[in-house]
Nanobody, 111 residues
Framework: QVQLVESGGGLVQPGGSLRLACAAS????????MAWYRQPPGKERELVAT??????NYADFVKGRFTISRDNAKTTLYLQMNSLKPEDTAVYYC??????WGQGTQVTVSS
């Protein structure tokens, strides 16, 4: 069974950057698809980005600002977030589709 643990969230000013990490409890090398989701306050959970062996995809609201990547040797998924906006405030979750969700990490963008 895979467990996913996110880290790297926190409070950042608008225009700042954060790097989220999602550590898996076993090798994710065989996992084709991994993803980051977020849930803003009072809203439903939404897909942010996905990564497969064929490439990456992003929601329109993060394109050009966020980058998803993976390190299979370290069994870790990353989300580099640049040019953060207040509307990026949310709990961010990593997901191994059909297998597991992480517990989430809070990102707050505020001056």
């Amino acid at each position: 069974q895979v467990q996913l643990v996110e880290s790297g969230g926190g409070l950042v000013q608008p225009g700042g950057s954060l790097r989220l990490a999602c550590a898996a409890s076993r090798s994710i090398f065989s996992a084709n698809v991994m993803a980051w989701y977020r849930q803003p306050p009072g809203k439903e959970r939404e897909l942010v980005a996905t990564i497969t062996y064929d490439g990456t995809n992003y929601a329109d609201f993060v394109k050009g600002r966020f980058t998803i990547s993976r390190d299979n040797a370290k069994t870790t998924l990353y989300l580099q977030m640049n040019s953060l906006k207040p509307e990026d405030t949310a709990v961010y979750y990593c997901r191994l589709p059909g297998v597991a969700w992480g517990q989430g990490t809070q990102v707050t963008v505020s001056s």
